[in-house]
C-alpha cells in the first residue's frame, strides 16, 4: 500500500503514538523511520509515567512492537525529499509513497556544520532545489558522504558545472561519478560578508557556494525544501498541528517545547486527532 491515508516520518515516541492513534479511529497510516531517533540515545529514563526505569532503545523497541501489533506497516526507510506538485509524494531511498496527509515526526537533530552557520544565507544553503540556481555559474561545494547527498548533487548537477563534493573526513558511501571528491576533515569556513573558503586539515579552497547534505535529511532540511514555515529550526504548527502545508502536519521534538518523552506522545494523540478530522473532512 502506497497510498496510506497519512505517512508518518518518525518511529519515535510522537510517530508511533500518532500511528496508534489513527489505528484506532479506522484509518490506514504507515511509519518510516531511519534510525531509534533521539530515544534510543537515552541511556535510562526515570520519568516517564508508570514506568520506573526503562533503557531508550527498550521503549522504542517496546513501541514499535505495539504498532505492528496492531497491524499497523512499520518500514525502514530514509526519507530524501517530499514533493508537492499533484498531491503528496514522498521520495525514500527504497520506497515512494503518495500519502493524503504527512505527520512530520522527525525529531529534533539537524545536521550541520557550526562554522557554516555563520554563513547561512550568504553562501551556505542546506537546500538544492530551493537555492541551487542561484549558483548557476558559481564555483560550489557540497558536503556529505551518503544517500542525501546524492539526491542533492543530482538536483544540483541540472544547474551547476562547477562541484565539488567535502565529505568531512568520512568515507563516501555512494558512487558520484565522475564528480571531484575532497575526503580532507574541514576545519573552518571563512569569508569577508560571504562565504569564500573551505578550509581543510591539507587545504583552503575558494568557492562561491556550499550545499549543506550532511547524514540524512532533518526536520529542519525537509520542511526547508517544502517551504514550511519555521521557527528557531523548530516546525511551525497551528493548534491543530498542521504546518502552513495544507495536510502536512508535525509533531514532538520537530515542533520545539519540552524535549520529552511524555510530550511527544502527547503531540502524537493530538496530531492523529486533528489529522483524523482532517482526513473526515477532505
Ligand atoms: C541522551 C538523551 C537522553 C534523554 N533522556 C530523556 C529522559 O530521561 N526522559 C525523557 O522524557 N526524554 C528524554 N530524552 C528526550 C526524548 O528522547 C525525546 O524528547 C523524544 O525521543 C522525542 O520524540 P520524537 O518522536 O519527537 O523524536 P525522536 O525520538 O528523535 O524520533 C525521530 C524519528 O524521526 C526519524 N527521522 C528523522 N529524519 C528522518 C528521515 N529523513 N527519514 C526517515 N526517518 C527520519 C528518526 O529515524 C526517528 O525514528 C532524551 C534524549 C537524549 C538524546
Known amino acids: 500500500m502506497n497510498k496510506p491515508d497519512c505517512l508518518i516520518i518518525g518511529f519515535g515516541p510522537c510517530g508511533i503514538e500518532a500511528a496508534i492513534y489513527l489505528k484506532r479511529y479506522g484509518f490506514n497510516p504507515i511509519v518510516v523511520g531511519k534510525d531509534g531517533g533521539a530515544l534510543e540515545k537515552a541511556h535510562q529514563i526515570e520519568n516517564y509515567y508508570g514506568i520506573e526505569s526503562i533503557t531508550g532503545k527498550e521503549l522504542l ?51 550541520s556544520l557550526s562554522s557554516a552557520s555563520a554563513y547561512e544565507g550568504k553562501g551556505v544553503s542546506y537546500c538544492a532545489i530551493c537555492d541551487g540556481f542561484f549558483y548557476r555559474k558559481k564555483k ?37 561519478g565522475d564528480t571531484k571528491v575532497i575526503k580532507d576533515k574541514i576545519l573552518r569556513f571563512e569569508g569577508e560578508g560571504k562565504l569564500q573558503n573551505i578550509v581543510t586539515e591539507k587545504e583552503s579552497y575558494p568557492v562561491e ?74
Request: proline share 1%; net charge negative; glycine share 12%.
Open 61 to 111: 523497541e517496546k513501541g514499535i512492537e505495539q504498532a505492528k501489533h496492531l497491524g499497523i506497516e512499520v518500514v525502514n526507510d530514509e526519507v530524501l525529499a517530499i514533493e508537492t506538485d499533484e498531491g503528496f509524494k514522498v521520495i525514500g531511498v527504497h520506497h515512494i509513497w503518495q500519502p493524503k496527509t504527512i505527520l512530520l515526526a522527525v525529531g529534533a537533530s539537524r545536521a
Open 140 to 176: 560550489v561545494a557540497i558536503i556529505g558522504n551518503g544517500a542525501y547527498m546524492l539526491h542533492e548533487l543530482e538536483i544540483l548537477k541540472q544547474m551547476i558545472s562547477d562541484l565539488v563534493i567535502f565529505t568531512d573526513g568520512k568515507p563516501l558511501m555512494v558512487d558520484v
Open 209 to 282: 557556494g556550499c550545499f549543506i547534505a550532511i547524514g540524512s535529511a532533518s526536520g529542519f532540511t525537509l520542511a526547508k525544501h517544502l517551504g514550511i514555515a519555521m521557527k528557531e529550526n523548530s516546525i511551525m504548527v497551528n493548534e491543530q498541528y498542521m504546518t502552513n502545508i495544507t495536510g502536512i502536519f508535525a509533531g514532538g521534538d520537530c515542533i520545539g517545547g519540552l524535549l520529552q518523552v511524555s510530550k511527544a506522545i502527547a503531540d502524537g494523540a493530538l496530531a492523529a486527532t486533528e489529522i483524523s478530522k482532517y482526513l473526515k473532512k477532505s
